[in-house]
């Protein structure tokens, strides 16, 4: 993918499912949630300064709708 952005949930749940073949289930899930959700990891910052605070709130938002929907 190149620097766009993922406009909607379902674009972004085929995006990691299709394209990066994984599993989009609860326990990566939780795992991102918890590691985006700390400014100080490196991937964060690296997230951040590529996409936004903005972006990065969405992501972290619908990661926990499949944490919320245990799939």
Same mark, same amino acid.
């Given at each position: 993918?190149?620097?766009?952005?993922?406009? @909607?949930?379902?674009?972004?749940?085929?995006?990691?499912?299709?394209?990066?073949?994984?599993?989009?289930?609860? @326990?990566?899930?939780?795992?991102?949630? +918890?590691?985006?959700?700390?400014?100080?990891?490196?991937?964060?910052?690296?997230?951040? +300064?590529?996409?936004? +605070?903005?972006?990065?709130?969405?992501?972290?938002?619908?990661?926990?709708?499949?944490? +919320?929907?245990?799939?």
């Amino acid at each position: 993918m190149s620097e766009a952005i993922l406009q @909607d949930e379902q674009s972004w749940r085929e995006f990691i499912t299709r394209e990066c073949g994984i599993e989009l289930n609860a @326990d990566f899930a939780r795992s991102r949630v +918890e590691s985006l959700s700390n400014p100080d990891d490196p991937a964060t910052k690296a997230f951040t +300064e590529k996409y936004g +605070e903005a972006y990065l709130k969405q992501v972290i938002h619908w990661f926990g709708r499949v944490v +919320e929907r245990g799939y």
